[in-house]
């Protein structure tokens, strides 16, 4: 699989993706701009670049890989993601946040391609395990894939989970945490460390492997195998990431949680997306 996939043609796609982002946000004035850009490259490799199962011509095929975004607030880069697989019309994007769209700031089960609605953290981890324990109750083969910020791990259900999971060996449920080292007010080890988050999670009985999180190849290398490992423990992946990626104004910015950019600072934005992917000044 690996030497088949086209990584060049994945960074362009996670490029457009985030200009998507960028300018739907700007236009509604509100959106979590960072949360999304972080995780861009991860959405990009699972639903475009063929890692997980999924239909747009059939959103509730039984047989998809189900995929949870348990950090709801990054719902931008979701809906930006399944617009460019033919979920809907890139135009219906325009319409995020506003009266009459279907597009709520906080992930929206009615939108198609959406599993659940998201947005209170440390819940889709929960969904994402029981779902996972469905499918082998009823020996159903499809795999269960969520995606944690990293934030979200301060949630004392997010470690309920993780022992839920691994006593269950739940192997066909794959977390990966948007490790961006940023919450709303300040940097997460000057909060409450996380680190050394892989011991953190082996000890609770998971497999862990730890990659950059905006490199497309080692998202594969990751990923690319998980339907033919051989473990009856869940599988985590720590993505490290910038929040912001792309935008070099609204990186390691704290404050810029859940703000879109306005007036000059959106212009300044939208000039550094295009310098950083296209360079261009």
């Given at each position: 699989?690996?030497?088949?996939?086209?990584?060049?043609?994945?960074?362009?796609?996670?490029?457009?993706?985030?200009?998507?982002?960028?300018?739907?946000?700007?236009?509604?004035?509100?959106?979590?701009?960072?949360?999304?850009?972080?995780?861009?490259?991860?959405?990009?490799?699972?639903?475009?670049?063929?890692?997980?199962?999924?239909?747009?011509?059939?959103?509730?095929?039984?047989?998809?890989?189900?995929?949870?975004?348990?950090?709801?607030?990054?719902?931008?880069?979701?809906?930006?993601?399944?617009?460019?697989?033919?979920?809907?019309?890139?135009?219906?994007l325009s319409k995020f946040a506003?009266?009459?769209?279907?597009?709520?700031?906080?992930?929206?089960?009615?939108?198609?391609?959406?599993?659940?609605?998201?947005?209170?953290?440390?819940?889709?981890?929960?969904?994402?395990?029981?779902?996972?324990?469905?499918?082998?109750?009823?020996?159903?083969?499809?795999?269960?894939?969520?995606?944690?910020?990293?934030?979200?791990?301060?949630?004392?259900?997010?470690?309920?989970?993780?022992?839920?999971?691994?006593?269950?060996r739940l192997n066909n449920l794959?977390?990966?945490?948007?490790?961006?080292?940023?919450?709303?007010?300040?940097?997460?080890?000057?909060?409450?460390?996380?680190?050394?988050?892989?011991?953190?999670?082996?000890?609770?009985?998971?497999?862990?492997?730890?990659?950059?999180?905006?490199?497309?190849?080692?998202?594969?290398?990751?990923?690319?195998?998980?339907?033919?490992?051989?473990?009856?423990?869940?599988?985590?992946?720590?993505?490290?990431?910038?929040?912001?990626?792309?935008?070099?104004?609204?990186?390691?910015?704290?404050?810029?949680?859940?703000?879109?950019?306005?007036?000059?600072?959106?212009?300044?934005?939208?000039?550094?997306?295009?310098?950083?992917?296209?360079?261009?000044?």
């Amino acid at each position: 699989m690996l030497n088949t996939i086209n990584y060049q043609k994945l960074e362009k796609k996670a490029q457009e993706i985030r200009n998507l982002v960028l300018d739907m946000c700007i236009k509604a004035g509100t959106g979590h701009v960072t949360s999304s850009l972080s995780c861009i490259d991860i959405l990009v490799s699972l639903y475009c670049g063929g890692i997980l199962r999924h239909d747009p011509d059939n959103p509730n095929w039984e047989a998809r890989d189900r995929f949870i975004l348990s950090k709801g607030q990054a719902s931008p880069a979701l809906y930006a993601v399944l617009a460019d697989c033919g979920y809907f019309t890139k135009k219906e994007l325009s319409k995020f946040a506003q009266k009459g769209g279907k597009f709520g700031v906080h992930l929206q089960r009615d939108v198609p391609g959406v599993e659940i609605t998201s947005g209170s953290l440390g819940q889709g981890f929960g969904t994402a395990a029981g779902i996972a324990l469905g499918a082998k109750m009823n020996q159903e083969l499809y795999l269960v894939f969520t995606l944690l910020g990293d934030g979200e791990c301060y949630e004392g259900s997010i470690w309920e989970t993780a022992m839920f999971a691994s006593h269950n060996r739940l192997n066909n449920l794959i977390a990966i945490i948007d490790r961006n080292y940023l919450c709303v007010t300040d940097f997460t080890e000057n909060l409450i460390a996380l680190e050394p988050m892989d011991e953190k999670w082996r000890s609770f009985g998971w497999n862990v492997c730890r990659i950059n999180g905006h490199s497309i190849e080692e998202i594969f290398k990751a990923l690319c195998s998980v339907r033919s490992r051989r473990s009856n423990k869940p599988l985590l992946v720590i993505a490290d990431t910038v929040k912001g990626c792309g935008v070099e104004s609204l990186c390691y910015q704290p404050l810029c949680h859940g703000i879109a950019p306005k007036g000059e600072d959106a212009v300044k934005a939208m000039r550094e997306l295009k310098r950083r992917f296209c360079g261009d000044e």
